[in-house]
T-cell receptor, first 111, second 115 residues
Framework: KQEVTQIPAALSVPEGENLVLNCSFT??????LQWFRQDPGKGLTSLLL?????REQTSGRLNASLDKSSGRSTLYIAASQPGDSATYLC??????????FGQGTTLQVKP | NAGVTQTPKFRILKIGQSMTLQCTQD?????MYWYRQDPGMGLKLIYY???????DKGEVPNGYNVSRSTTEDFPLRLELAAPSQTSVYFC??????????????FGNGTRLTVT
């Protein structure tokens, strides 16, 4: 059974700091991994999708890496801003098409 | 494009009542999902569908039923509502072809309270 873990559960940083969020999964036979952002009381927005054949994806100040063999992914946020404050979730998908989510990391960026 | 549309946004049910949460998408996605999100617990998959006429259980299917008569619609039925079903429910969709996925698109959620 696939299990996804995100560490830390919460993170508070000063504005401008670079930071890394971690995601680990127990079954390396994944087809892809996605990172999402969720604002309070809102739905989830897809940030980055990494296919199993890829090592990383970048979008603006965000960079996500994937190491299937070790069952790990990281989301790097450069030059953090207060607007980045949100909960970040990762999810993995295998051959069934089901996405299994981690519990998320709640990020607070202080001005 | 409207994307994924869920209705209602909020609902209060009494124990034992039933209701249907509606979900429709206009992106011609083949896969559709229902998740529930409890505080601090992440998202748990209830049911999913790989195409019209095909549904399958997720991690927490008990107390729920689904149907997928069209590509666009994927309603979630709650029979005999219980307090444990108090949660926020999200519908999502994606296009999957072999090992390639499009990003998952989410609706804005339905906040359900059972008292």
């Amino acid at each position: 059974k696939q299990e996804v873990t995100q560490i830390p559960a919460a993170l508070s940083v000063p504005e401008g700091e670079n930071l890394v969020l971690n995601c680990s999964f127990t079954d390396s036979a994944i087809y892809n991994l996605q990172w999402f952002r969720q604002d309070p009381g809102k739905g989830l927005t897809s940030l980055l999708l990494i296919q199993s054949s890829q090592r990383e994806q970048t979008s603006g100040r965000l960079n996500a890496s994937l190491d299937k063999s070790s069952g790990r992914s990281t989301l790097y946020i450069a030059a953090s801003q207060p607007g980045d404050s949100a909960t970040y979730l990762c999810a993995v998908s295998g051959n069934t098409g089901k996405l299994i989510f981690g519990q998320g990391t709640t990020l607070q960026v202080k001005p | 494009n409207a994307g994924v549309t869920q209705t209602p946004k909020f609902r209060i049910l009494k124990i034992g009542q039933s209701m249907t949460l509606q979900c429709t998408q206009d992106m011609n996605h083949n896969y559709m999902y229902w998740y529930r999100q409890d505080p601090g617990m992440g998202l748990k998959l209830i049911y999913y569908s790989v195409g019209a006429g095909i549904t399958d259980k997720g991690e927490v299917p008990n107390g729920y039923n689904v149907s997928r008569s069209t590509t666009e619609d994927f309603p979630l039925r709650l029979e005999l509502a219980a307090p444990s079903q108090t949660s926020v429910y999200f519908c999502a969709s994606s296009y999957i072809a072999g090992q390639l996925n499009s990003p998952l698109h989410f609706g804005n959620g339905t906040r359900l309270t059972v008292t």
